[in-house]
């Protein structure tokens, strides 16, 4: 009993008649060749990079920015990272429009390949932006910190007291 579908017979079919019209058994290996590397492309492309695989890795970006705009907060107040917040706020509305566009999508009649192109580059974009995002939160933070131990250095020379020249150049680099 055959296990294989209509559609994989015919095409399977029209491949083999058209490699047997290739007179030279060189070109019909290399032909076979660039072929299986063509669908072995598509295959990964599709596989790999498809946009709902994005839309996890850039939902798992999101909830890393929000987790350090959440522990940035607690230790200092919240107008710092307010637009951050509204930045990340505005990228999980768009997360969740493209998901939403990928759901609502006929299973019998997927999307062209215009349309996949274009949403692959949109979610992209997102992508770029959460991390574009994730990398100003930590500068932030890190400038904080560094302001934090230059202040406690300062601090600390004022108790040991004038006369310390060399203790103060430490402090200001």
Known sequence: MDTQSPTVQIWSTLALAALSLIPHHALRVTAVVICSLICLAHTSIVAIRRPARILAGSAAVLDGVEQAIAEAMCGSHRLVFLEESLELLRLRRALSLYRSSLLTTHPTRPLSWMAYIALWSQISRLMAAAQRISLGVQLR?????????????????????????????????
Do not use: F
Request: no cysteine; hydrophobic share 40%; charged share 20%.
């Open 141 to 173: 933070i890190e400038t904080s910190r560094a302001d934090a131990y230059a202040e406690r250095i300062n601090s600390s020379l004022t108790l040991l007291g004038p006369g310390q020249p060399e203790r103060a150049a430490i402090a200001t680099v």
